[in-house]
C-alpha cells in the first residue's frame, strides 16, 4: 500500500510539475481550433453572414457562404472564430456556421469546442474617439469607392462627394469608416478622406485618430471572388459491402463547379474504400451549387467537397 500511494504521489508532483513548467515557460494548454465551414440556408439566397465584435452592438465585417473559419469557442448561442482574413476573434451567430461544409453539423457539446458561457454585456465599454470626416472626389469622379476591408479587390459601396463619414481607425494607407445610412465598417483611401469639408485635411498622426497598422494580404485569398454554394446535394449510397463491415468515415473529393451549378471532373482526395469512393463520386455527380462570383459573374471554381458515410 506504501508503494502504491509514493507512486500516486510521484505521479501528481509530476504532473504538476509539468503544468507549472509550461506556466513559467509563458506557456499554456491551447484548446483546440476546428475548422468551421460559413453555412447559408436556401432561404439566405447566399447573401453574406454578418460578423460582430463581442457584445454585438454593431456589425464589422461579413463572412462569404461556405468560408472556411477556425472557431475557438462557444459564447451561448455565438461563436467565437478567427475567419482567415483576420487575426483577431470575432463573433457570429452559432447557426451560422457548420462543422462540415456540405450539409449543417452545430458545433454542439460534442464538438469539443469549449462552452464559456453567455457575455457579460452590462458593463460599460470603453470606446476610443470616432471623429466626423468628409469624402474628397478627385478630379472627374463624382462618388468614392469603398470596400469591405484593406484586403479587398473590388469595391462595395460608393460615396458621394463631401458625404460625411465617421472615421474609426487609420490602417496604413486606408481610413476605416462609417456612414450614417450603414453602421457596417467599410475602408476607403485616406487621401479620399478630409478632416475639412471646405479644404481637404488628411487624418495624419495629429488628427487623433488610432493607427492600427496596414493588414498584410499577401497570402489572402482574392475577396473579389465568392465561393459556390451548394443547393442540392443529394445523399450517397452505401454498398453492401461497407454496411457488412460497418464503415464509417468521410469521402474527401476534388471538383471543379461550373458556371451553371454543375460539377465536373471529380477526384477522391482521401478515400474509405468498400466500394464507397465510387458512390461518393456518384452522388457528387448529381450535387448542384450556385456558382462562384467573380465581380458578380459566374465563373468556374475547383473546390474540395466532403461525403458522409454513418450508420445509425
Known amino acids: 500500500m506504501k508503494s502504491v500511494l509514493l507512486f500516486v504521489a510521484v505521479f501528481c508532483v509530476a504532473t504538476a510539475g509539468s503544468v507549472l513548467s509550461q506556466v513559467l515557460g509563458g506557456q499554456s494548454p491551447v484548446a483546440p481550433r476546428p475548422d468551421g465551414f460559413v453555412f447559408c440556408s436556401d432561404h439566405d439566397n447566399g447573401q453574406p453572414v454578418p460578423l460582430y465584435g463581442r457584445c454585438q452592438k454593431r456589425q464589422i465585417g461579413s463572412l462569404n457562404c461556405g468560408e472556411k473559419v477556425k472557431v475557438v469557442a462557444r459564447n451561448?448561442?455565438?461563436l467565437r472564430i478567427i475567419p482567415a482574413s483576420e487575426r483577431a476573434p470575432r463573433f457570429v451567430d452559432a447557426?451560422?456556421?457548420s462543422r462540415q461544409p456540405d450539409k449543417f453539423v452545430p458545433f454542439d457539446n460534442d464538438s469539443g469546442v469549449p462552452d464559456r458561457g453567455p457575455i457579460d454585456c452590462s458593463a460599460a465599454i470603453e470606446r476610443r474617439p470616432w471623429v466626423d470626416g468628409f469624402m474628397v472626389c478627385?478630379?472627374?469622379?463624382n462618388s468614392v469607392p469603398a470596400y469591405l476591408s484593406q484586403c479587398s479587390h473590388s469595391?462595395?459601396?460608393?460615396l458621394a462627394c463631401g458625404e460625411r463619414v465617421t472615421v474609426r481607425a487609420r490602417r496604413g494607407d486606408m481610413l476605416q469608416i462609417s456612414t450614417a445610412t450603414n453602421l457596417q465598417a467599410h475602408v476607403a483611401l485616406a487621401s479620399s478622406v478630409s478632416q475639412r469639408p471646405d479644404k481637404f485635411v488628411p487624418f495624419d498622426d495629429a488628427s487623433g485618430v488610432v493607427d492600427e497598422g496596414a493588414h498584410d494580404c499577401g497570402n489572402l485569398p482574392d475577396r473579389s471572388i465568392t465561393a459556390p454554394h451548394a443547393i442540392f446535394v443529394?445523399?450517397?449510397?452505401y454498398t453492401d459491402q461497407a454496411r457488412k463491415k460497418k464503415i464509417n468515415g468521410t469521402v474527401v473529393v476534388?471538383?471543379?463547379v461550373t458556371v451553371d451549378g454543375t460539377t465536373r471532373e471529380i477526384k477522391v482526395v482521401k478515400g474509405l474504400g468498400y466500394g464507397l469512393d465510387e458512390k461518393a463520386v456518384e452522388a457528387v455527380s448529381r450535387w448542384k451549387f450556385s456558382p462562384a462570383l467573380k465581380d458578380g459573374q459566374p465563373i468556374e471554381k475547383e473546390i474540395n467537397a466532403e461525403v458522409s458515410f454513418y450508420l445509425y
Open 138 to 141: 478627385a478630379p472627374g469622379q
Open 76 to 78: 451561448g448561442d455565438v
Open 254 to 256: 476534388s471538383l471543379t
Open 95 to 97: 447557426a451560422a456556421i
Open 234 to 237: 443529394p445523399e450517397p449510397e
Open 155 to 158: 469595391s462595395s459601396a460608393s
